[in-house]
């Protein structure tokens, strides 16, 4: 089974702080993602990579950066955490090359909480 | 840029066929249309994928129309287990190394006994 794992569940942050999400995925996946999701705004891509040290910006990028060193890796960062990213953020990884679209692999995601 | 459509939530009995629709009227011609599950504390989770007409596997059925503008996920039989949000995606490659992935609101069903 794929397995895509999330540092942490539940995350409480002050306003400010720089804050990094990991996420770690087991199947070789060439793809990563990272998602917000919100109440009634659904999954909103924040970035995307497409293979080490490659990213790409999603629909939200704005206040957030990632990186990608290792294959298994994708971190998110929030530079200086702000009370609107309060929110569950979702990392997903896919295979089969740059098909963006393919069938995608969640971790069970990280409740952020910013005060 | 496409923008996908659905019902906020839907109620249904055990034993019943769901349908499920989507509305994504600016689709574009490469396009993909994928399904996703989601239960609470849970990350989504596939369901089905389409292009057009129509898919079906173990779990679900998929209705395209001919000019995909909408798409129907069709769930036989529900059980309590499927109470959760689904979640329309359209997803496309674009040149390069670009991409879209577009996701709906997401359907909250709830299955009655």
């Known amino acids: 089974d794929v397995k895509v794992t999330q540092s942490s569940r539940y995350l409480v942050k002050r306003t400010g702080e720089k804050v990094f999400l990991e996420c770690v995925q087991d199947?070789?996946?060439?793809?990563m993602f990272w998602y917000r999701q919100d109440p009634g705004l659904g999954l909103r891509l924040i970035y995307f990579?497409?293979?080490?040290?490659?990213?790409e910006k999603g629909d939200i990028p704005e206040g957030y950066s990632v990186s990608r060193e290792k294959k298994e890796r994708f971190s998110l960062i929030l530079e200086s955490a702000s009370t609107n990213q309060t929110s569950m953020y979702l990392c997903?990884?896919?295979?089969?090359?740059?098909?963006?679209?393919?069938?995608?692999?969640f971790g069970p995601g990280t409740r952020l909480t910013v005060l | 840029l496409a923008k996908t459509t659905q019902p906020i939530s839907m109620d249904s009995y055990e034993g019943q066929e769901v349908n499920i629709t989507c509305s994504h009227n600016?689709?574009?011609?490469?396009?993909?249309i994928t399904w996703y599950q989601q239960f609470p504390s849970q990350g989504p989770r596939f369901i089905i994928q389409?292009?057009?007409t129509k898919v079906t596997n173990e779990v679900a059925s998929l209705f395209i129309p001919a000019d995909r503008k909408s798409s129907t996920l069709s769930l036989p039989r529900v059980s309590l287990s499927d109470t959760a949000v689904y979640y329309c995606?359209?997803?496309?490659?674009?040149?390069?190394?670009?991409?879209?992935?577009?996701f709906g609101q997401g359907t909250t069903l709830q299955v009655k006994p």
């Open positions: 997903a990884s896919s295979g089969e090359g740059q098909e963006f679209y393919n069938e995608q692999f």
């Open positions: 199947m070789d996946h060439e793809n």
């Open positions: 990579s497409y293979d080490v040290k490659m990213k």
């Open positions: 600016n689709i574009a011609t490469n396009d993909y």
């Open positions: 389409g292009y057009k």
């Open positions: 995606l359209v997803g496309s490659q674009g040149s390069g190394n670009t991409g879209k992935l577009i």
